[in-house]
């Protein structure tokens, strides 16, 4: 999954990278040198699909319509750390490396291609059987009885790519971590009983496992340092009841970053699926990036949910990723984005105009010794050309929009 390069042909690229802006960044930086920033991004890419198996049908060839958009919007963003969202698991990593070398790799309407020679994948708890009556309708079995949301092992999986390399020794997962071990989880209520926190029993709790997707660690090689890329995809906080079971979960699927991060005993609680007790190691770099499911004044998620990152002393929120495009669209759907109290330039996801509306659910956070650089949103003006790679309902690509940020790592002789 390498390309030789000439270093002939690199220098005068960064020659030419220096008179124009950051945000720009048309071409490849070489992998492993100083830089003048590295840019994370995070795109939920709706790269789903409804039986298992057809993600790697449908990337087994170069003519997929939908994954050719994805990838034209990768290559024109070129990030250089990206999480996808939506993009079902595989065993071995097979749709991974597909949608590398048919899609990322060949030029996209004339985009240069980008190549990520490395990857991560690991399975996720969406579409596995609980063998509980999760949803408390009677029966077992289903998307909704599953640990995650999900009609087959893998849907609404994720992976990460980087043009770094990454320390797949150290990479941490927390598929299997339970609900219940995080301490004042706001575990779910039946109303109609006297009982606390009970939506769930005893046996259902023993097996519950915190995370819909899953949560990641991975460690991103950069120079002599290194950046945790903290990545997860929390549950909508929606499709429940009065229980608010979705709601709850996603509060605390955040809640899980905002305590891994924090020096100390708080998160001395939390346990990897291979057994290592405690959080972040103390002063580690890290980014945080995924769909969280959670605007901070808008939707349908607790109230402060996302707040526990964006509030964070640790957590870097000094430039807040925008564009023009989601405050035109805004504009032009009207309905509930009228009565929306965030600011609709940071908007992230194309939602209904009825209920929620458009809203800001994707989201990259370093940490605070990474400086921003530049951040955006890729939601381009209806009268920009690559507006047809985000478009209108029914989308060409996602109902989401690729987020980045550019920062310095501290300590790499970045200029």
Known sequence: MYKRINWLVIALMLILALTVPVSAAPVDRPVGGSFDFVRFATFNASLNRNFAGQLVTDLSTPDNAQAKTVAEIIQRTRPDVLLINEFDFVEGGLAA??????????SQNGAEPIEYGYYFVAPSNTGIPSGFDLNNDGSVGGPDDAFGFGFFPGQFGMVVYSRYPIDYEEIRTFQLFLWKDMPGALLPDDLSTPEPADWYSPAELDIFRLSSKSHWDVPILIGNKTVHFLVSHPTPPVFDGPED?????????????????SPGPRGSYIYDDEG???????????????????????????????????????????????????????????????????????????????????????????????????????????TDPLFALVGTFPFPSSDHRLVWIDVRVPGNGSR
């Not at 490396?97 to 060949?106: A, G, I, M, P, T």
């Not at 964070?312 to 805004?330: C, I």
């Open 97 to 106: 490396e597909l949608f590398q070398d048919n899609y990322l790799s060949v």
């Open 245 to 261: 079971r979705n709601g709850r979960r996603n509060f605390d699927e955040i809640r899980f970053w905002a305590d891994y991060i």
């Open 276 to 382: 290592q007790t405690g959080g972040l190691e103390p002063g580690s770099l890290f980014v945080i990036a995924g769909d969280q499911n959670s605007d901070p004044l808008d939707g349908d998620s607790i109230p402060g949910a996302i707040q526990q990152l964006l509030e964070h002393p640790l957590v870097n929120t000094k430039v807040t990723p925008s564009s023009e495009g989601a405050v035109q669209q805004a504009a032009l759907q009207g309905g509930a984005n009228t009565t929306h109290l965030s600011d609709p330039a940071f908007d992230t996801a194309d939602f209904s105009d009825t209920a929620p509306g458009n809203l800001r659910a994707d989201y990259v956070l370093p940490r605070k010794n990474l400086q921003i650089l530049d951040a955006a949103v890729f939601w381009p003006l209806n």
